[in-house]
């Protein structure tokens, strides 16, 4: 009997803890999971923060993508061209059709420095810098190492981006390492975003301002960035602010997968139009997204992206047996915040809920604190990396920690 077959299109977090899922929850002998991601590697993104300052090294951020594909599921090495819903075909760059009974899309998305005048001109690599990717990550370890100081810009081009606490904890990590190498007074940090503030949810903005005033951070918001001169090394935006630099760390624009927009049917940005509850996509009724390739108004997380794989897992489950998709995610993402200092801070919230204090994850017990700087919170934070590699990868759940986002041990603050 030739088996029906789910294809999964990406091999990032989403995409391989979505194989290990299904492998355990669909019946093999009707359907065969087959994955297609272009890379070979398998990086944890989240250590391209700790690598500029030596925190992780290189071997410990990368795993073989094959090493946490099941044997049951059929892994092919090949770029996606596009995908053609009409005739639920993904079309390889080598020209080969995969047909596909159930498409889950999990191609994530990457940096886009290209589309910014002059981001990726002379300069780039050598004073303007990205943290976003490996390659990226790499070669700013490399150059923080000699650095002599001057002024140290940390910007984002234009929201969404992945992580969007990222670039923050990249400011405090780099004031607490200037400090560690007793020259923060020859560094001048400034922040530079195009949000109204460095935290944009109204408690957060009031519990944390703090933070960056200490750290000596200046901060430049509302910066809508135009062009970078490389000559005269200023970053410059379309109300003519303009901010000087001797060392420019960016995330430049983030893309959904060019395959997306080829295959005609992603948003401005090639994100797949996505119902934010059951991760079914508005293309057709079998293509599913989750993870960073979609339009929801969740953040771009990976924490998402394993809550999701939960509710998507259940979702498919209901689409074979022809029942109501009743599994509905509630946008719950659970980020550390690196503070520098060995601490960090804890936020949970859903599209609902604002982060507030209280504890995580149980209510008055923790042990982990909520919009607190703790040194538990930054262990919490070193401590995902073996997670990642070895509970989530592996498509299984943590302990206690729940996709749906809980409401003990939050402090709530009724509407008034
Ligand atoms: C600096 C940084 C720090 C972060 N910190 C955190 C954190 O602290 N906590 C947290 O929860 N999240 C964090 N994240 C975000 C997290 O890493 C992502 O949200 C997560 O990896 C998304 O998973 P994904 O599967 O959607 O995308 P990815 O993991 O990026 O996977 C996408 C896959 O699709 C493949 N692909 C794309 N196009 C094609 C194509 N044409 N053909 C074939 N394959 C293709 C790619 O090769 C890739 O393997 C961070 C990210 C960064 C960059």
Redesign the pocket.
């Known amino acids: 009997m030739t088996r029906k077959r789910i294809l999964i299109?990406?091999?990032?977090?989403?995409?391989?803890m979505m194989a290990n899922h299904l492998k355990r929850k669909v019946n093999l002998h009707e359907w065969q999971i087959t994955i297609?991601?272009?890379?070979t590697t398998?990086?944890?993104?989240?250590g391209?923060?700790f690598l500029p300052f030596g925190i992780y090294d290189e071997a410990e951020i990368q795993k073989p993508?094959i090493k946490y594909i099941p044997d049951e599921v059929e892994f092919i090495n090949?770029?996606?061209?596009k995908i053609d819903a009409e005739r639920n075909v993904v079309i390889l760059?080598n020209g080969a059709e995969l047909f596909y009974d159930i498409l889950i899309i999990?191609?994530?998305?990457?940096i886009a420095p290209e589309e910014t005048e002059g981001m990726k001109g002379k300069l780039w690599q050598k004073n303007v810098f990205d943290?976003?990717t490996f390659e990226g990550?790499k070669a700013l370890h490399d150059k923080l190492q000699g650095w002599e100081g001057g002024k140290l810009a940390i910007h984002i081009t234009e929201m969404p981006i992945?992580?969007p606490?990222?670039p923050l904890e990249f400011a405090f990590l780099a004031d607490d390492f200037f400090r560690h190498k007793h020259m923060r007074d020859e560094v001048e940090i400034t922040y530079i975003t195009p949000l109204s503030g460095a935290f944009t949810k109204p408690f957060a903005a009031k519990k944390l301002a703090h933070l960056i005033e200490e750290k000596n951070i200046k901060l430049v918001t509302d910066f809508n960035v135009e062009r970078i001169d490389n000559e005269t090394k200023k970053i410059i935006d379309y109300g003519g602010q303009e901010v000087e630099f001797d060392l420019l760390v960016t995330v430049p624009l983030n893309k959904g997968?060019?395959?997306i927009e080829r295959s005609g049917f992603g948003d401005d940005l090639n994100y797949v139009p996505t119902n934010k509850f059951t991760l079914q996509t508005t293309v057709k009724d079998n293509i599913f997204a989750?993870?960073?390739?979609t339009s929801l108004p969740a953040?771009?997380?990976?924490?998402?992206?394993?809550f999701e794989s939960e509710i998507l897992t259940e979702n498919i489950l209901h689409y074979i047996k022809g029942e109501e998709l009743k599994a509905h995610f509630d946008g719950h993402?659970?980020?550390?915040i690196e503070t520098g200092n060995h601490k960090a801070l804890l936020i949970d919230f859903n599209y609902d809920q604002e982060p507030v204090d209280g504890t995580f994850p149980f209510a008055g017990i923790g042990p982990m604190s909520l919009m607190e700087e703790t040194m538990l919170n930054h262990m919490g934070?070193l401590g995902?990396k073996w997670i990642y590699w070895n509970v989530l990868m592996h498509g299984r759940a943590i302990p206690f920690i729940h996709p749906g986002m809980q409401k003990s041990g939050k402090h709530i603050v009724p509407a008034e």
């Open positions: 299109a990406g091999a990032g977090s989403a995409g391989t297609v991601d272009a890379a398998h990086y944890y993104q989240p391209f923060l993508i090949t770029g996606i061209d760059i999990a191609s994530g998305c990457n943290f976003y990550a992945k992580c606490v990222a997968a060019a395959f989750i993870g960073d390739a953040s771009k997380a990976g924490s998402v992206a394993h993402a659970n980020c550390f934070k995902f």
